[in-house]
């Protein structure tokens, strides 16, 4: 049983910062990749950052130059860093994290939290 408890969240203006981060607790063997999915009301979710076992990150489009993503292996946790937000990243941030169960990957998913940004 893994869980994934995520903080940070919140309401900030345009043009501000806010930090996440999600730590994975319980029976952890291998976590490979971890990232960050976003859900904007009435639209899917979105990948917006993930990063390696190995710290290489990867960016959606929209958030590149913005966002920043990092991982913290000895602690189970990554971070995402974000600035200079904008309306339109408004939305629930899901954490992830891909663990290795035997020969198996298994994604696991966090509750969500709120990122509102607006004036």
């Known amino acids: 049983q893994v869980q994934l408890e995520e903080s940070g969240g919140g309401l900030v203006q345009p043009g501000g910062s806010l930090s996440l981060s999600c730590a994975a607790s319980?029976?952890?063997?291998?976590?490979?990749?971890m990232g960050w999915y976003r859900q904007a009301p009435g639209k899917q979710r979105e990948l917006a950052a993930d990063i390696t076992k190995d710290g290489i990150p990867n960016y959606a489009d929209s958030v590149k130059g913005r966002f920043t993503i990092s991982r913290d292996n000895a602690k189970n946790t990554v971070y995402l860093k974000m600035n200079s937000l904008k309306p339109e990243d408004t939305a629930v941030y899901y954490c992830y994290a891909d663990l290795q169960v035997g020969t198996v990957e298994v994604a696991n998913w966090g509750q969500g939290t709120q990122v509102t940004v607006s004036s």
């Open positions: 319980g029976t952890i063997f291998n976590i490979n990749a």
